[in-house]
């Protein structure tokens, strides 16, 4: 039988360069019930994803420290029999497709590899979630539902800093931690599908002589 874990969830924001992935954080995914809006969070390595790696092992570790005092009349070796692990949702190292393979753009070996999502009900179904509050440079206040539509298709490597709320959790799937989308503050956009608009995006080494006055302007050829 199930026993009460007395463990707070915990908030940890993600670093400024954080990349997303596999994103549904405006429409959810719904080929997979139960739906949900979900996200993959590649953090690369910095002092700053150190912090946050080591802030969800001290969160593990409380959460053990949580599950011994509930059972604490059972042994160790009848407690492995009763809480059955699942994967933890973050881990470091390359991040890799299901075949095991890097994703295309993220050639690293040492990121921060967080797995999030929100389902849209609660675990029992009936009250209805609300989706992360989605934020951008254009403006301090979250994005209306019309201003949100631009983000549909988030394209891997968009970079954002993502407020995250840290849980566990006991239920008949298992035993395990859970990541939970609540705000996201998106950096730089990439559209989805506009991954590999160069030459060197495609492999190609390219030598190109700089072209007095072509070109894109940035802000940084004005004043503001």
């Given amino acids: ?16 360069d954080s990349m997303l992935s596999l994103s549904w954080v405006v429409e959810a995914d719904t080929k997979f019930k139960p739906d ?27 959460f053990k420290k949580a ?8 042994k160790p070796e009848q407690l492995k029999e009763i809480i059955k692990w699942n994967k933890l949702p973050y881990s470091w190292g390359p991040y890799l497709d299901k075949e ?11 990121y921060l590899v967080l797995g999030t999502n929100k389902k849209t009900r609660s675990y029992d179904g009936t009250k209805e979630n609300t989706p992360p509050i989605i934020f951008d440079s254009s403006q301090k206040e979250p994005l209306n539902d019309e201003q949100k539509q631009k983000y549909i298709k988030i394209g891997p490597g968009t970079t954002a800093q993502v407020a995250l709320y840290v849980s566990q959790y006991q239920k ?17 956009f990439i559209p989805f ?10 492999g190609f080494d ?4 700089p072209t007095s006055g072509v070109g894109t302007p940035s802000t940084e050829d004005f004043d503001f």
């Fill in 172 to 188: 008949e799937v298992g035993t395990g931690l859970r990541l939970t989308p609540a705000a996201i503050n998106i950096k730089k």
């Fill in 100 to 110: 095991g393979n890097k994703r295309q753009g993220f050639p690293g070996d040492n």
């Fill in 36 to 62: 949900r809006w979900k996200t993959d969070i590649v953090c690369p390595h910095s002092e700053e994803s150190q912090a946050l790696g080591d802030k969800l092992d001290s969160y593990l570790v409380e």
């Fill in 193 to 202: 599908g506009n991954q590999a608009n160069t030459a060197e995006d495609w």
């Fill in 67 to 74: 599950i011994k005092a509930a059972y604490f009349d059972i």
């Fill in 206 to 209: 390219q030598d190109v002589t």
């Fill in 1 to 16: 039988m199930e026993r009460k874990i007395n463990l707070k969830p915990i908030q940890v924001t993600t670093p400024k």
